[in-house]
């Protein structure tokens, strides 16, 4: 009815987008727990695990502006559902490798690679969503709770693959990842539509809030830019460096943090674990949280400070933390503060997202495709270089490189203009098929 409360179901689809990062990430994040076992069964040296590490980052950031073109003509609902049973493919198939196999190090960068190509569309595909769903008032909360969902994926990934592989082996642990991506792919297709105009449960109220809350309201006919014109602005490509600059800290967590923890620091594995557990649950909170304060400080202070001013603050934050665990002696105290320095990193994640839907509309995701193709470059150089300036400079000036970037990317943040409007030069058309 018309005079009903507005519905909220675009919280809801916020909560199956977090459903669908979480398990984005279990997916993304299994190899770093597992990666001990493999390299056993199959000799591999830290050399060479670096480098099936990095296989991800390149594949998914190669493909992020693929992604992200895919999803500005398919919608999001088709888009991420489609990639969900492609990285559950690509995950089984990487425990398929009989142990022996002759170009071991290849047969898994290789399906690395594609597990990455799979899961590049996953924040095109959120945030080309959150372009037609969201109001910008409230798009700051929605992209922190979405990304919350790395945290939360990563924070239960050591101890769901530390059990099944003590108890049924490393194999049995990515078969279990890839089942939980085919089922997440299947409810977002049930559960999600492209805009709410679409989505039955949506009353007009909600859909009215909606369409006022989001310039050029009409979600349907969001204008699309053309590459020219994003790829002119300044402001795109500071926010493209910053989140490469970004990108470089969470990889280490991802990828080598584990390894780190059990080899140098002396951990078992159900203590390694536990540890490992705390960036990721804090990457968790931090990104909600920022999510929140950003659109608090919106409202209060203007979108310089709100968006620019909070990611800043957080990514200096967390350079700081960074810098000072590298330092302690204690297991302990370092984890607890490199967990704080993810943390404050995460601060800064809902603005990326939300500063690019804004700059976006109707190319959102390909624009997020493009920015998040930096952040991906950052996690790749990460993936190899951390282990090889560990093996020459000692895990301090590796954990010091990760600082520098952190501090370098939050200074770029001053730089950039939230209230940019690309022009569309008059690029208008439908993104999907009607409602229906």
Same mark, same amino acid.
């Given at each position: ?8 179901i ?12 979480? @398990?984005?990430?279990i997916? /993304? ?9 493999i ?5 591999l040296a830290?050399?060479q ?8 980052f ?5 493909f ?9 003509r398919l ?7 489609l ?8 995950t089984a ?5 009989? %142990?022996?196999?002759?170009y071991a !190090?290849?047969?898994?960068?290789s399906? /690395? ?9 996953? *924040?095109?595909?959120s945030?080309?969503?959150?372009a037609n769903?969201?109001?910008t008032?409230?798009?700051g909360l929605?992209?922190g709770l979405?990304?919350?969902?790395v945290?939360?994926?990563?924070t239960? %990934?050591?101890?769901?693959?530390? *059990? ?10 990515? &078969? !279990?990842?890839?089942?939980l991506?085919?089922?997440?792919g299947v409810?977002? $297709? ?6 709410p105009?679409q989505? /039955?449960?949506?009353?007009?109220a ?11 309201a009409?979600p ?5 830019l ?7 602005? #300044?402001? !795109?490509?500071? +926010?493209? +460096? =910053?989140?490469?600059? $970004?990108?470089y %800290?969470?990889a @280490?967590?991802f990828t080598?943090?584990f390894? $780190? +923890?059990?080899? @140098?620091?002396?951990?078992?594995? #159900?203590t ?9 649950l804090?990457?968790?909170?931090? =990104?909600a ?10 409202h209060?202070?203007?979108? #310089? ?7 800043? @603050?957080g990514?200096t934050a ?18 607890i ?13 809902s603005?990326?997202?939300?500063l690019?839907?804004?700059?976006? #509309?109707g190319?959102a995701?390909?624009l ?13 150089v ?7 300036i560990?093996?020459? *400079?000692?895990?301090t000036?590796?954990?010091? %490189? ?6 370098a990317?939050?200074g770029? &943040?001053?730089l ?12 208008e058309?439908s993104?999907?098929?009607?409602? =229906?």
């Open positions: 009815m018309d005079a009903a409360a507005p519905t909220r675009r919280w809801i689809l916020v909560g199956c987008v977090f459903c669908m990062g979480a @398990i984005s990430f997916d /993304r994040v299994n190899i770093s727990i597992a990666g001990p076992s390299a056993q069964d199959f000799h830290d050399a695990m670096g480098r099936i590490f990095s296989a991800f390149i594949g998914y950031g190669l992020q502006i693929a992604g992200g073109w895919t999803v500005d919608g999001p609902r088709l888009t991420l559902a990639g969900a049973f492609w990285w559950a493919a690509f198939l990487t425990a398929s490798f009989p %142990t022996g196999i002759a !190090v290849l047969a898994f960068w399906v /690395r690679f594609l597990l990455g190509v799979g899961e590049s569309v996953m *924040y095109p595909s945030n080309r969503w959150v769903w969201i109001p008032a409230e798009r929605a992209n979405i990304f919350a969902g945290g939360a994926g990563s239960f %990934t050591p101890p769901i693959i530390r *059990y099944v592989l003590v108890h049924l082996g490393w194999r049995a642990s990515f &078969w !279990v990842c890839a089942f991506g085919l089922l997440a409810a977002w $297709y049930w559960m999600a539509r492209d805009h105009d989505h /039955r449960w949506c009353n007009n909600e859909r009215k809030w909606i369409h006022e809350g989001i310039p050029h009409d349907l006919r969001a204008p699309r053309a590459w020219s014109t994003m790829l002119g602005s #300044k402001d !795109v490509w500071i +926010l493209t +460096l =910053s989140y490469f600059c $970004y990108g %800290t969470p @280490i967590f080598w943090f390894t $780190y +923890l059990t080899r @140098i620091r002396g951990l078992d594995l #159900k390694a674990s536990y540890y490992t557990m705390l960036p990721f804090l990457m968790s909170l931090g =990104s949280s920022g999510g929140w304060i950003a659109d608090r400080v919106c209060r202070r203007g979108r #310089k400070w709100g968006r620019c001013g909070v990611a800043a @603050i990514m967390s350079g700081i933390f960074m810098a000072a665990g590298s330092h302690l002696a204690s297991v302990a105290a370092t984890s503060v490199l967990a704080l320095g993810a943390g404050s990193l995460y601060i800064a994640q603005s990326y997202f939300a690019s839907a804004d700059f976006g #509309k190319s995701g390909s997020s495709g493009f920015m998040n193709m930096g952040a991906q470059a950052g996690s790749a990460t993936a190899i270089t951390t282990v090889a560990a093996a020459h *400079y000692g895990w000036a590796a954990y010091l %490189t990760a600082a520098a970037f952190c501090i990317g939050g770029l &943040w001053l950039i203009n939230p209230d940019c409007v690309l022009e569309s030069r008059g690029e058309m993104n999907v098929s009607a409602p =229906s």
